[in-house]
């Protein structure tokens, strides 16, 4: 007997290559392969003939863990090869590792991930030996390029090496001592037959250490607990999510580069990667002459050359295509330099390289392959692309709103709402949706098949998980969404939840968040079938008072406004003047607390504008003589802050009292030219508040004051940009400052 231990790393052209010229030499009776081991009995549905790459999905849901973990595979991966070739020769296929649901893996999303982070004192030590930036680099330039004899006494010497003393934690010594019960149960019913273990290199050495002695009968595959929901499906997997650069953690990076190495070797890998971003960059017009591609394949030619190279490697036609293509400074360190995903910064050259080697190739799974209950529930009712107008005020059109929304919770890609019911809006009764296609989508369906079978459970399954330890905001996206998606068993866990947090709540914007979605839920009984609801208007009891008490405690001198806070004030003015009298809201306990607000000199400008309007939108009026209240509160330094909380909540009592805009704009027409300018941008955001029809008669009637209206059209509209018309009167006012100091012009 004899058992050949292939340690790989994963996703890599060499050792695939190398697994599968093995397994077709010595004929094994069985191929063992690192891998879910629940799988086994699902051998032939994972052979079925299906487009790499793709990968096996596992969700996993209890009462207290949520994971999801998957184990993907391309034509290069060595585990398919092994696969593969063993079916080609007979022999018996067996994954051999724990389920993606079991314990030891809980922190695992990607079975395949590499381990270089629990050896990278070797590695490290390793590319300062061979002058290489990283394990990417060095891993090609030892085995990669150079020729394929002796590759697997390299590639035991080189896991030997980095495995060395280093500490194996608990989750890797539960899958070492179950992963090496069944080679020793393979061996012993091979009798003189060989068997070939294919396992991460990490695990290689221990592996053969586990096999020499133990229990040689087949290990029975581990149960999940009885209230778990588990499921494992096939996935279409795309070469973007299978690279590093984009995140994935197995450390193989530039997916669609290393597939024309697994096809026809090397040096065509290193033409076909020129010729990929060459015709990248030549997609989006950036300028690549032939003059550069000579200049970028002869410094690649170059590179190779003096790193010892038979052929240029990944990293050798890289730096020549940056050379060559890279005219400017880069402030960056080059992405191949380093690992992990690309960061921000770089230049639009090199994410474009990036790009061209991930490669855009996507799975697709046989037609025969088994999929979720939720799929077929979904695909049978979402309908093609296309714009959908639904009516909200019409059961057909809530019913679909409801299961458009409960695909957008399931985060399922090219389901996009455009316009509708929104946090703190409106009664809204029309809502747009965009429908797409997207490769991705049937990944995700599949992913999220694991919150339940169709999209209600799946949805409620998704905002449920959202619900431990979130803080205010949070919760009140998910009541949002509770009520959006119709789904009425979770809104009482969500408002329970809410409650508690109201009470304690410190932040005056997110608990007024929390107020404005509590109210809409209360008042529109069509939308959310809450209207009226007993434990929603507790919380908006709760969230008002909260909010008031919270308010009168704010203290702070001049500062830009604070919109959060300012939405705040106008939820608790909604609430007091919607839901008031049901709810028995103190509003005269209110208008005290605005009072004094407004009248409060230590409290921010834009809460005592805010305050002002609050008792005015509330009472009708903002005192015996609103104009008088309105002078006296507008100070020039901080008017535009002021100003955004006023119109906040009183915009259309401003808009609609006599003289109330003639005396705002006798305030700000007395500002200096200097207090002006500073005031511009608050300025802006406060009208910001009226809506376009209300700014146009806001200006129409400014301008007949100040110009008799004969141009008031042209006035309005400007092709400057106004931050540019306020400089440029900022400038006219140095320049005239500076001519009359030099007694250019006559004071």
Known sequence: MAVTFLGVRHHSPACARLVADTIRSVRPAYVLVEGPADM??????????????????????????????????????PEWTALTAG??????????????????????RNRYADAEARYSEVTGRLCRTFSVDNVDALWDHLFEIEPADGLAERLATYFDLVRGDTRTGSDDMAREAYMAQWIRAAV???????????????HRPALIRLTEQ?????????????????????????????????????????????????????????????????????????????ADLIAARAT????????????????????????ALVNEAIEAPLPWATRGPLQAGNHPVIVEMIAALSGDRVGRLHRSTPLPPLVHAVLAVLGGPGEERLDLGEEAGRERSRLLHRLRVLRIPGVVRTSGPRLAGGPELVERWTLTESDDRLPALIEAGGYGVDPQEAAAAALAERIPGADLDQLADVLFDTALCGIG??????????????????????????????????????????????????????????????????????????????????????????????LGLDTQAALGVADRLAACQDAPPDLRGASLGLGWSLRGTAAADPARAVRGAFVPASAGDWLAGLFALAREEVLHTAG??????????????????????????????????ERHLIATRLVERRAGGAFAWDLMRLDAAPELVAAGRALDERVEAALRREGLIAS
Request: aromatic share 8%; glycine share 10%; charged share 25%.
């Open 300 to 323: 690649a030619d170059g590179i190779a050359l003096m790193r010892g190279h038979p052929h240029p490697a990944r990293v050798d036609v890289l730096d020549g295509l940056a050379s």
């Open 489 to 582: 068993e979770l809104t009482g866990q969500v408002l329970d939840d809410l409650a508690r947090a109201v009470g304690g709540a410190a932040d005056l914007g997110s608990l007024g968040r929390t107020l404005a979605v509590a109210l809409a839920m209360w008042r529109h009984d069509d939308l959310f079938r809450t209207g009226g609801s007993t434990t929603v208007g507790r919380v908006v009891q709760a969230a008002t008072r909260r909010a008031l008490w919270l308010a009168e405690g704010v203290r702070g001198g001049p500062a830009p406004a604070d919109l959060q806070r300012i939405n705040a004030m106008t939820a608790v003015r909604d609430a007091l003047r919607h839901a008031g009298p049901s």
């Open 660 to 693: 109330m805009l003639e005396l705002l704009d006798d305030l700000v027409g007395e500002m200096t030219d200097h207090d002006f300018l500073v005031a511009l941008p608050a300025l802006r955001q406060a009208f910001g508040f009226f809506p376009p029809r």
């Open 87 to 108: 079916h080609d020769v007979g022999s018996e296929l067996r994954f051999i590792d724990l389920p993606a649901w079991h314990p030891a893996l809980a922190e695992v």
């Open 40 to 77: 086994n009995h699902r051998m032939d549905e994972l052979l079925l003939g299906h487009e790499l790459p793709i990968a096996v999905y596992t969700s996993y849901r209890d009462s207290e863990r949520r994971h999801g973990s998957w184990t993907p595979l391309c034509d290069y991966s």
């Open 188 to 202: 012993a019913d091979a009798g003189d037959r060989p068997v070939v273990v294919v396992t991460g290199g990490f």
């Open 214 to 290: 133990g229990d040689r009968n087949w290990p029975e595959v581990p149960r999940p607990p009885a209230d778990a929901v588990v499921g494992s499906y096939l996935v279409p997997y795309s070469f973007r999510r299978l690279d590093a650069f984009d995140g994935y953690q197995s450390g193989m990076p530039s997916p669609g580069y290393y597939q024309h190495l697994w096809e026809s070797g090397p040096a065509d890998a290193a033409r076909r990667l020129t010729e990929a971003v060459t015709a990248r960059l030549r997609a989006r017009r950036q300028p690549v002459s032939t």
